[in-house]
């Protein structure tokens, strides 16, 4: 057990060669060209914002939640046991292809995790940090889209 959290602890440290964090505007742009701005009625603001609490504009984050039995996947860390193929598979994806800076498969399965009966709520850091913010502005202020 205690090799194993050696190993995860430094998995966490590891980037992929060529791996790199977008910047904000990057994938404001990003989002924006994919479809989401006021996709299901949420501004772009806020997937930016969520985009940032989730991975802090890290397209190839992985974070394994062992107390709650899932990986989180990518940008919006997509849970496997649900959306991508370790689990249910709900947006016929990969996990790995979650990874991908471009964002296309990313933006295709939030779109149908939004789509859900909880809508953005599906993130709890959404709820936490960006649902009620009255300065969702600042997450584009300066972005040229």
């Not at 504009?57 to 193929?85: H, K, M």
């Amino acid at each position: 057990m205690r090799a194993h959290l050696v190993l995860l602890l430094i998995s966490s440290f590891l980037t992929p060669i060529g791996a790199s964090i977008l910047g904000r505007c990057v994938v404001a742009k990003r989002l924006h060209d994919g479809g989401l701005d006021y996709f299901e009625g949420y501004s772009l603001e806020n997937w930016v914002c969520l985009a940032y609490f989730e991975s802090k504009f890290n397209p190839s984050a992985v974070y394994e939640n062992s107390q709650c039995g899932y990986t989180g996947y990518g940008l919006f860390q997509i849970r496997d046991n649900e959306w991508c193929d370790h689990g249910k598979n709900l947006c016929k994806v990969s996990c790995t292809a979650l990874l991908n800076p471009n964002l296309k498969d990313t933006i295709e399965c939030v779109k149908k995790i939004v789509k859900g009966k909880q809508g953005m709520g599906a993130w709890p850091t959404w709820s936490r940090n960006c649902h009620l913010s009255d300065t969702l502005e600042r997450w584009l202020d300066g972005c040229d889209l």
